[in-house]
Nanobody
Framework: QVQLVESGGGLVQTGDSLRLSCSFS????????MGWFRQAPGKEREFVAR????????NYADSVRGRFTISRDNAKNTVYLQMNTLKPEDTAVYYC???????????????????WGQGTQVTVSS
């Protein structure tokens, strides 16, 4: 059973940066593609970013492309989300997710992911 634990959320101001981390355990990390999603109050959970087993296989939502960077350290079983130039509309609970179909780069739907973390709150004040 895969377990995912997010950390790094918090309260920041507009324009600040924040790095989220997600620790993976229970299976072979490199066999999974990893994604970040977020859910704002009253809204559906939405795709943010994804990284396949290789560094080059990344995909981003249009709303974060150029500001957010997803990366992974297979030696540490950890995936990161570096968030720069944060905006109030980035405020949400951020979730880490794991997908056994690591060959695919562009998988953006929640049902395509097999395991989820508990989420970490990110609040950006204006």
């Amino acid at each position: 059973q895969v377990q995912l634990v997010e950390s790094g959320g918090g309260l920041v101001q507009t324009g600040d940066s924040l790095r989220l981390s997600c620790s993976f355990s229970g299976r072979i990390f490199s066999n999974y593609a990893m994604g970040w999603f977020r859910q704002a109050p009253g809204k559906e959970r939405e795709f943010v970013a994804r990284i396949s087993w290789s560094v080059g296989g990344t995909n981003y939502a249009d709303s974060v492309r150029g500001r957010f960077t997803i990366s992974r350290d297979n030696a540490k079983n950890t995936v990161y989300l570096q968030m720069n130039t944060l905006k109030p509309e980035d405020t949400a609970v951020y979730y880490c997710a794991a997908d056994r179909n690591f060959h695919f780069v562009a998988r953006t739907q929640t049902h395509e992911y097999d395991y989820w973390g508990q989420g970490t709150q990110v609040t950006v004040s204006s």
